[in-house]
Nanobody, 124 residues
Framework: QVQLAESGGRSVQAGDSLRLSCVAS????????MAWFRQAPGKEREFVAA????????YYPDSLKDRFAISRDNAKNTAYLQMNSLRPEDTAVYFC?????????????????WGQGTQVTVSS
């Protein structure tokens, strides 16, 4: 069973960039599809990005694909989320998630494993 730990969240100014990391322990990292979701106060959890087990395929909602990029390093058991041109509306707790099958990347309920989240706050 994989355990996930996010890091890298902090307070930034609008227009800044930030990279989040998600380190996986236990299990074989390369056998998990990985994703990032976020949740702002009073809102539902929102799909941000996903990446296939091999890292060859990535998925984004149209609203974020021009600013956010997901990647992974299977040798380091780590997934990343690069966020550019941050906006105040990007303020949320960011979670990484994992599942041991491909497909349905944007559905939070399909992910088995979740980290505790890391707070990103963007000030105008």
């Amino acid at each position: 069973q994989v355990q996930l730990a996010e890091s890298g969240g902090r307070s930034v100014q609008a227009g800044d960039s930030l990279r989040l990391s998600c380190v996986a322990s236990e299990g074989t990292f390369s056998t998990y599809a990985m994703a990032w979701f976020r949740q702002a106060p009073g809102k539902e959890r929102e799909f941000v990005a996903a990446i296939s087990m091999s890292g060859l395929a990535t998925y984004y909602p149209d609203s974020l694909k021009d600013r956010f990029a997901i990647s992974r390093d299977n040798a380091k058991n780590t997934a990343y989320l690069q966020m550019n041109s941050l906006r105040p509306e990007d303020t949320a707790v960011y979670f990484c998630a994992a599942k041991d099958w491909e497909g349905n990347y944007g559905l939070a309920r399909k992910y088995t494993y979740w980290g505790q989240g890391t707070q990103v706050t963007v000030s105008s």
